[in-house]
């Protein structure tokens, strides 16, 4: 065993790692930043110095701040009142904490949208959103990208060309579309520009059903609810176009000022769905979002399989921009994190690509919406127990720094996502309990247990460097993606398709072929019919036996060289004895679709299959369940990070002796508590 693992290690340590790139780094810092999200225009400028003398203790290296501040910067229209946040950019330089400066323009202020309420979203319901909460402003509004502009410009004609300014937020968490009658001009003049003809889209989205024939494009609606395929995928799209551009108007605006060291991100929101982030992530110097629990405790498989979605929209390292210090105000239940748990998680980022982590907030507001939110210090300026826990990850990061830096996860297994795949079945799940998320995930768990990375990656992402690559519900397949995914196969790759791939083509129709549409012939198989399930169907074969349950689908093949790996047992009578998983070999590589939900074991055991058939070794495959395993390479590093999520102590026999990164000296073993955390190398 131990000579496998120390195989498995030389052959990670020759591969190509892709190292970090662009993302901002402080005048003064670690490698790893720690953050807090600080809200200096909450409070008297004579509390600012005990607030940064309390972060700069606490480790913290960046603050984020302004992204909510429009009516302190300007409060009347074109009056400018800048100077208070230089004051801030100042104060925190003299505690060597650098700044991220967020555009303003989730917020708007009161005389902006009275003036002109044209810049107000209307909502699904047809109502106009009103001031007093956030996010109110519309998204396509001409007049509104103007003013954002305008902001955005003089924010950086200030702050482009400060040193202590290392970054910036274009706006906060996107999400909010309007239905407005110009949105809806837009949305029409953009699908003309898209389909040309309206005998085009007619033909395209099948609108003789139910008489929806358009004879003019401005008999388009705005789809609400439920609606034609065609209509709702198209709707999305332009929606992520126009987030694109909202964004883009915003970072013209800064990069005619700012100097190239100050990189531009926004913060997403992990697999929220509202907009194709891919889209509207091309315009951005690195990838962020905002690591929230919620209810509950952290499950570090899917928030993993979450960082490495993110890592995954720009393909490198990427910032943990909101993470909640121990508990948030907006869940059900809104428990805390467990004591040790805050500094598992910020682990967990790093480990998964982050080089930065943001706790979210700083200091609560006496008032305001967010009252009870989880907070470094408490209403009275003091600090409160998580303080320590968050001022200990500092200390860590500055230690661990030299390490990790110009490190990432490298991983020679992708896993596709899909946004047009993911709403095309979430309109129409068949079966309310089939979430493509859940589906990806599964897939996901299993194979990170073994290669310890996964890459998440879009179908049209370039795949030469994966061993193996699995598409989870790929339910939508456009023209593009087959030729990729094809010519990924024809050069070796060994591609897997599971449960309701490739039903759909770019237009949300089906293929006029079965399943696997144009990947049907490279298979050499199709699926003859789906079957949403009331109760759970038996599987047998290679992966050996199981229960499927919630969907499966009945194969058939006709090519001679595709090979049956499962079967359905005794059930509805037309899943009897019928093929469950085929596999083709094509030339080096291999094509294989997977038509039954697989359960814990079959998962797993298919997982195994998988790296075999792909020439792939597990990596430290002895390593007990509890224990988690994220490794960072490049720069002739190779970095990992350990982490007990059991509640028993758990001790590691390394293949190895390595060196301890944050105690120093050199180990052959280590024994984990409960969220204990180990980094060597
Ligand atoms: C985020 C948001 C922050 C804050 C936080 C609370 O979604 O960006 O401004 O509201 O949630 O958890």
């Known amino acids: 065993m131990l000579k496998k693992v120390a195989i498995c290690f030389a052959l990670l340590i020759s591969l190509f790692v892709p190292v ?34 309390l972060m700069e203790a606490a480790h913290i290296h960046f603050v984020r701040i302004n992204e909510f501040a429009w009516s302190s910067l300007e409060p009347r229209e074109g009056d400018y009142e800048l100077d208070w946040l230089d004051r801030a950019v100042r104060a925190a330089e003299r505690h060597h904490i650098a700044v991220v400066i967020g555009t303003p323009t989730a ?4 005389w902006l949208t009275s003036k002109y309420p044209e810049t107000l979203r209307t909502m699904a319901d047809g109502r106009k959103d009103g001031h007093g909460n956030r996010a109110q402003f519309n998204w396509s509004n001409p007049k509104y990208r103007e003013l954002a502009a305008k902001i955005a410009a003089r924010l950086a004609e200030r702050f482009g060309n400060d040193a202590n300014v290392i970054g910036w937020q274009i706006d906060n968490e996107y999400g909010n579309e309007s239905y407005d009658a110009q949105t ?18 007619n033909a395209r989205w099948t609108t003789a059903y139910w008489s929806e024939t358009y004879q003019d494009w401005a008999q388009i609606p705005i789809p609400v609810g439920s609606g034609n395929p065609g209509l709702l995928l198209q709707w999305k799209e332009f929606v992520s176009d126009t987030w694109r551009s909202y964004q883009r108007n915003q970072i013209d605006a800064i990069r005619a000022h700012a100097d190239p060291r100050q990189k531009i991100t926004t913060n997403m929101m992990g697999w929220f769905d509202a907009f194709d982030h891919y889209t509207v992530a091309q315009d951005l110097d690195f990838a962020s979002w905002d690591n929230y629990v919620g209810t509950g405790h952290l499950d570090p498989v899917r928030t993993g399989a979450t960082h490495d979605l993110t890592r995954g929209f720009l393909r490198r390292n990427f910032w943990v921009m909101e993470t909640q210090p121990g508990v948030v105000n907006w869940s059900p239940n809104n428990n805390m994190l467990d004591k040790g748990e805050v500094r598992a998680m910020a682990w967990n980022d790093i480990g998964h690509g982050a080089d930065a982590v943001e706790f979210w907030q700083w200091r609560s507001a006496l008032n305001g919406q967010e009252q009870y939110h989880g907070v470094l210090l408490g209403a009275d300026g003091t600090p409160v127990p998580v303080y320590d826990e968050v001022k200990q990850i500092g200390a860590e990061f500055e230690k661990a720094g030299p390490a990790l830096d110009g490190t990432s996860v490298d991983s020679q297994v992708a896993i596709l996502q899909d946004y047009e795949s993911r709403w095309a079945i979430n309109w129409q799940r068949h079966n309310s309990a089939f979430d493509p998320v859940d589906a990806l995930v599964s897939y996901y768990a299993s194979l990170r247990a073994l290669a310890r990375s996964v890459d998440i990656v879009a179908d049209t992402a370039p795949l030469g460097r994966y061993k193996l690559v699995v598409a989870p519900a790929l339910n939508l397949l456009t023209p593009e993606a087959a030729k990729n995914l094809e010519a990924y196969v024809r050069s070796g790759g060994h591609l897997v398709l599971t449960q309701r791939s490739a039903l759909k083509d770019e237009d949300n129709s089906l293929y006029p072929q079965r399943q696997p549409g144009p990947l049907a012939e490279l298979l050499g198989a199709r699926v003859e019919q789906w079957y949403s399930l009331d109760k759970p169907v038996p599987i047998d074969g290679e992966w050996g036996a199981g229960e499927n349950r919630i969907w499966a689908e009945q194969l058939s093949f006709s090519a001679p060289e595709t090979r049956t790996l499962m079967r359905y047992g005794k059930s509805n009578g037309w899943l009897d004895g019928q093929p469950a998983a085929v596999t083709r070999s094509v030339g080096q590589g291999s094509i294989t679709y997977i038509g039954a939900g697989l359960d814990g074991k079959t998962m797993k055991a298919a997982a195994k299959w998988m790296m075999r058939e792909a020439g792939l070794n597990p990596i430290m495959s002895d390593l007990p369940d509890d224990i988690d395993l994220a490794i960072r390479s490049g720069n002739g590093k190779r970095v990992f990070i350990f982490t007990n999520y059991g509640v028993s102590p758990r001790t590691i026999t390394l293949p190895s002796p390595m060196e301890d990164v944050l105690t120093g000296g050199t180990v052959s073993s280590v024994t984990l508590p409960q969220y204990g955390v180990a980094i060597l190398r």
Do not use: H, I, M, V
């Not at 901002?24 to 008297?44: C, D, F, I």
């Not at 809806?184 to 889209?201: H, I, M, P, S, V």
């Open 20 to 53: 970090a790139a662009q993302l901002p780094s402080t005048p003064y810092s670690p490698s790893l930043l720690l953050g807090a999200a600080w809200y200096p225009e909450q409070w008297p400028e004579s509390r600012w110095e005990a607030d940064l003398s």
């Open 107 to 110: 917020a708007p202020p009161a």
């Open 184 to 201: 809806q001009a837009q949305f029409q003049q953009w699908l003309r520009g898209k389909y040309k003809t309206l005998e085009n889209l």
